[in-house]
């Protein structure tokens, strides 16, 4: 059983920047895939991006540049740094790995 918990989702102003973080639970963190996904009212949920146990990203092409993902294995957390955030962006953000998921942090963007 992997328990995921994510902090750092908030309300923020267009063009303000978040940092989200996953912390999880067990020690096959780091043989593991994780993932950040997000999912707006309404909408599908949706990758925005995966780092691999080695150190290998992926994001959604719509995100790149503007959001990065990293992991600290010692912490058994994932990282989410998102910048110039925009009112699209505003969605409850999960991290998830195999079946497992957090139970997400909202992030609103809006002036």
């Known amino acids: 059983q992997v328990q995921l918990v994510e902090s750092g989702g908030g309300l923020v102003q267009p063009g303000d920047s978040l940092r989200l973080s996953c912390a999880a639970s067990g020690s096959i963190f780091s043989i593991q895939a994780m993932g950040w996904y997000r999912q707006a009212p309404g909408k599908q949920r949706e990758l925005v991006a995966i780092?691999?146990?080695?150190?290998?990203?992926n994001y959604a092409d719509s995100l790149k540049g503007r959001f990065t993902i990293s992991r600290d294995n010692t912490k058994n957390t994932v990282y989410l740094q998102m910048n110039s955030l925009n009112p699209e962006d505003t969605a409850t953000y999960y991290c998830?790995?195999?079946?497992?998921w957090g139970q997400g942090t909202q992030v609103t963007v809006s002036s």
């Open positions: 780092t691999t146990a080695d150190g290998g990203t």
């Open positions: 998830g790995t195999g079946p497992f």
